[in-house]
Nanobody
Framework: QGQLDESGGGLVQAGGSLRLSCAAS????????MAWYRQAPGKEREIVAS?????????YATYSVKHRFTIIRDNDKNTLYLQMNSLEPEDTAMYYC????????????WGKGTLVTVSS
């Protein structure tokens, strides 16, 4: 299985922005629909956004995320991104990437994630 390395998280005030990166190795993300997930303290991991292998189809989990986040893929760099704007305290979570589980099994080992903390 492939490996994933998430980065770009941090502490930001509400209304701020962050850009998360997910560098893959061992497998080419171009072969898979990919997604960002997050897990807030005490909650289960949930999907945030997904993007098809070509980038043609993009889905966001909620209306709120759809109008604040942008999922981007660069297959040449084997990297997935999540641009997050207008961050809210409710976005505080550990963020992970992996293949989109709606399309099949997880094709990558889970990375360590990157922590996003939004202060009010």
């Amino acid at each position: 299985q492939g490996q994933l390395d998430e980065s770009g998280g941090g502490l930001v005030q509400a209304g701020g922005s962050l850009r998360l990166s997910c560098a893959a190795s061992g497998r080419n993300i171009s072969d898979y629909n990919m997604a960002w997930y997050r897990q807030a303290p005490g909650k289960e991991r949930e999907i945030v956004a997904s993007i098809s292998w070509s980038g043609a189809n993009i889905n966001y989990a909620t209306y709120s995320v759809k109008h604040r986040f942008t999922i981007i893929r660069d297959n040449d760099k084997n990297t997935l991104y999540l641009q997050m704007n207008s961050l809210e305290p409710e976005d505080t979570a550990m963020y992970y990437c992996n293949s989109d589980h709606h399309s099949g099994p997880y094709y990558f080992n889970w990375g360590k994630g990157t922590l996003v903390t939004v202060s009010s």
